[in-house]
């Protein structure tokens, strides 16, 4: 099989030479599928994972990692101040949203990074 060239002359055809690359487009297609599969099944793992947050000890809120609030917990004595309580929200779901994507990104870049040919 003849070998194709571009206009300066770099091969366009057969393996890339770099190490660690893969050798074909085909192998570039199975891993790419690969980890589209485990990013789909993380999604899965995500939706079943809390996350918690507790605010004075007297508010905190569960969540899971596809951002569902699964519970609110509060002390009935914090409902007085109604100011206050509106800051201990605020708080706690910027809190919570922030592990949330935290724990999103970390495990997402971990598996982009095991199928990444360039690492």
């Not at 893969?22 to 079943?48: G, I, Y």
């Not at 002390?75 to 101040?81: F, N, T, V």
């Not at 809190?95 to 870049?109: A, G, L, P, S, Y």
């Amino acid at each position: 099989m003849k070998k194709l060239k571009s206009f300066g002359g770099k091969n366009l055809g057969g393996s890339s030479g770099a190490p660690g690359l893969p050798k074909n487009f085909a192998e570039l297609q199975r891993l790419q599928e690969k980890m589209e599969q485990e990013l789909k099944e993380l999604e899965n793992t995500l939706a079943n994972e809390e996350v918690t947050v507790e605010i004075g000890g007297a508010l905190k809120i569960v969540a899971t990692c596809d951002r569902q609030v699964k519970d609110i917990i509060y002390e009935s004595d914090i409902l007085e101040d109604q100011e206050m309580f509106k800051d201990m929200l605020k708080t706690a779901i910027s809190e919570i949203w922030q592990k949330v994507d935290q724990i999103r990104e970390e495990r997402t870049n971990e598996i982009i990074a095991k199928y990444n040919p360039l690492a």
